[in-house]
């Protein structure tokens, strides 16, 4: 015994080249590079319509196995997560991106090798799955309450400039080509690209190393395990099932891409086309987001004003999207447009106002999509309640884009899926207007804290100087 008073650690600020890496913004930038590279080329394959290929089949039927075992994996991916680490997770998650899209270069070499593309989707959909819920937990962990919307929208912003990159790529390897799918050069550079995105988590820094910029300490949230997640699926509808009425707008969420990406822009095109009208989408993705987002938030208005004024922007956009696309869709049919078939090109008449109407399908998704997000977080501040609602959005997004995808794999008509596509539509946004009218409102009421979000409150407790054993202190005293 020296008789020397043992010293807690402090909550400290790392210095100069240190301080930056272990920074939160550096860490949501390196987090959406992972995403850039992954999921954003994931939807530029996906926005070339059928893979890239001339037959839409095997494209449709990976499409569906990953979107089921993706609603089947979300369940326990946060359990997972738990015992391997964000970092990890991430690190998991991503390399089925690389798998899934050198997948559909071993079929560009190898023209029997669907089976194996179909197979690495329902992989990819078991990556998805845990690549979304660990950055979920990193985007939670990083920034300080007055930055989460800055951090969230550059994370999103570099996320859906991997699809705009990625269709620039394609538009440069195949501008020149007039067949009905890509070159290998294409799978080349998005496998490439792939790689190097699943292992940008080796850069990443640990959570619990990096202090945020008000010197608390970060600490990844901890999800509840598979059992504990579906008894609270189940408890948050008990309490509160006007969620249900959210369902439909869920269900509807991703069942728009197969009539989109396969059913026009795949059916319609040549590859040049197809390229083209792909970059524009997810340019019209991030100025559709951006609207959208300006007229939720405009601080002029009320919020339960603001509510019903994006419900009326967003069903005067679907049904202008749906008459213009009625006029087209009329005209051809799986039969008239075989894989084969000499379709449209950038040069032929008619061909701007067909890319015109795909610059707003694209809009409508963003504007959708952000809707949808808006919605969740209007009705609670609960962080666990939230969880759930979101864990419904995921899973009914997937359940609802695995059965369209199987739907366009089996050849259903082009028109019953756009029909089918319409309706989901407007059957979500008439069943949102009573949840807006009735659960909507200026100001969410203060709730009481889940054990959960008291537990991560506690574990960041280290700002305004305090020390660890202070912040245990404050917190006991809190509880009681």
């Not at 593309?117 to 985007?139: E, N």
């Not at 800055?150 to 994370?155: A, N, Q, V």
């Not at 369902?247 to 989109?260: D, G, K, L, R, V």
Request: proline share 4%.
């Amino acid at each position: 015994m020296t008789g020397k008073k043992e010293t807690e650690p402090e909550c400290h600020r790392y210095r100069r080249l240190k301080g930056m890496y272990y920074g939160p913004l550096t860490q949501v930038v390196l987090l959406g590079f992972v995403c850039f590279m992954c999921p954003g080329l994931f939807n530029a394959l996906n926005g070339l319509g059928a893979g890239g290929q001339g037959d839409s089949t095997i494209s449709a039927n990976a499409n569906a196995a990953h979107y089921a075992t993706f609603a089947f994996a979300a369940f326990f991916a946060g359990s997972i997560n738990n015992v391997l680490g964000s970092k990890l997770t991430l690190l998991i998650g991503s390399a089925g991106y690389a798998l899934y899209i050198g997948s559909f270069l071993a079929i560009n070499i190898h023209p029997n090798a669907g089976g194996f593309v179909v197979a690495s989707g329902a992989i990819l959909g078991i990556c998805a799955g845990l690549l979304w819920t660990a950055q979920g937990s990193l985007m939670l962990a990083y920034p300080t309450e007055s930055q989460k919307g800055r951090y969230i929208g550059i994370f999103w912003t570099i996320f859906n400039l991997g699809g705009v990159v990625g269709a620039s790529v394609s538009l440069g390897q195949n501008f020149r080509s007039k067949s009905n799918s890509v070159v290998n050069g294409t799978y080349i550079v998005f496998l490439v690209l792939t790689l190097v995105g699943a292992l940008i988590p080796l850069l990443m820094a640990n959570p619990e190393n990096m202090v945020r910029t008000d010197g608390t300490k970060v600490a990844s949230p901890q999800h509840p395990s598979w059992k504990i997640g579906i008894v609270g699926l189940w408890t948050t509808l008990r309490d509160d099932p006007m969620i249900l009425l959210l369902f439909p707008m869920f269900f509807a969420s991703n069942w728009f891409y197969t009539w989109q990406f396969n059913d026009y822009n795949a059916a319609v095109f040549n590859i040049r086309a197809r390229s083209l009208n792909n970059l524009v989408y997810w340019m019209a993705q991030i100025v559709g987001s951006l609207i959208m987002g300006a007229l939720l938030d405009a601080h002029t208005l009320r919020r339960r004003v603001r509510a019903f004024v994006g419900w009326g922007a967003l069903f005067a956009m679907v049904f202008v999207v749906h008459i213009w696309a009625y006029f087209y869709q009329r005209n051809y049919t799986r039969q008239s447009l075989p894989p084969d078939a000499v379709k449209m090109d950038i040069h032929n008449h008619g061909f701007a106002s067909r890319i015109w109407l795909y610059i707003f399908c694209g809009v409508l998704d963003a504007m959708w999509q952000t809707s949808a997000y808006w919605m969740m977080g209007a009705l609670s501040n609960d962080p666990a309640k939230l969880a759930y609602v979101t864990g419904f959005y995921k899973s009914l997004q997937s359940a609802g884009a695995a059965g369209v995808w199987r739907a366009d794999g089996v050849k259903r008509p082009f028109m019953e899926i756009f029909i089918s596509t319409w309706v989901l539509l407007v059957v979500g946004l008439v069943l949102l207007l009573p949840m807006i009218h009735l659960r909507v409102t200026d100001y969410t009421e203060k709730e009481t804290l889940t054990r959960t979000n008291k537990d991560s409150e506690d574990a960041a407790r280290c700002s305004n100087g305090l020390q660890p054993h202070q912040a245990k202190v404050m917190a006991s005293k809190n509880s009681e």
